[in-house]
């Protein structure tokens, strides 16, 4: 099945920075989605994003397919941002696969 | 009401009860998922319903049982769990062009 990579594992940040996390999958996908798990274990949708770049507010991702990765920026972080964000993909012939995910703490 | 809601938020069951977990969704789509997800480990798909239909089991134990009566509801009724069975049961809609969209999950603990 369709493997996905996500990076870093951990980050740690003082509120204010910025960051970019990446997702590299190794199939062609018709579905990628980046999703920010909040502590309660709620899975929130940010973007739906097979190609192309998207913007919402401090969020911004961009697609890549013909090179398989995606990124998400985070800019002037908050410490309501941490939580775990995953990028899942969605193949012609696959369900949606997750990532592990990155842990991002942001400190005050 | 919008998007997926999930009941219960919480539930404590000890090994030879029986419980229900309930999904509903209100955006029209017409596939809905259970997932899994245990502690330090991806989301796994469990089963996939597309128009009521199941289409997908992943290898779930018989001990889970799905339910799918129309196509916003979905229901993952629970018989003879065991300890190891403990996670977030989070339930999923999605539609072509849309994308997933997850509830806001049942953390269940076997005792």
């Known amino acids: 099945g369709i493997q996905v990579e996500q990076s870093p594992p951990d980050l740690i940040l003082q509120e204010g920075a910025n960051s970019t996390l990446r997702c590299n999958f190794s199939?062609?996908?018709?579905?990628l989605q980046w999703f920010h798990q909040n502590p309660w274990g709620q899975l929130i949708n940010l973007f739906y994003i097979p190609s192309g770049t998207k913007q919402n507010g401090r969020l911004s991702a961009t697609t890549v397919a013909t090179e398989r990765y995606s990124l998400l920026y985070i800019s002037s972080s908050q410490t309501t941002d941490s939580g775990v964000y995953f990028c899942?993909?969605?193949?012609?012939?696959?369900?949606?696969?997750f990532g592990e995910g990155t842990q991002l703490t942001v400190n005050p | 009401e919008t998007g997926v809601t999930q009941t219960p938020r919480h539930l404590v069951m000890g090994m030879t009860n029986k419980k229900s977990l309930k999904c509903e969704q209100h955006?029209?789509?017409?596939?809905m998922y259970w997932y899994k997800q245990s502690a330090k480990k991806p989301l796994e798909l469990m089963f996939v319903?597309?128009?009521?239909?199941?289409?997908e089991n992943n290898s779930v134990p018989s001990r889970f049982s799905p339910e799918c009566p129309n196509s916003s509801h979905l229901f993952l009724h629970l018989h003879t769990l065991q300890p190891e069975d403990s996670a977030l049961y989070l339930c999923?809609?999605?539609?072509?062009?849309?994308?997933?969209?997850f509830g806001s999950g049942t953390r269940l603990t076997v005792v």
């Open positions: 955006l029209g789509h017409n596939a």
């Open positions: 319903y597309n128009f009521k239909e199941q289409t």
């Open positions: 899942a993909v969605e193949t012609s012939g696959s369900r949606l696969t």
């Open positions: 199939d062609s996908v018709n579905n």
């Open positions: 999923a809609s999605s539609q072509v062009g849309d994308g997933y969209t």
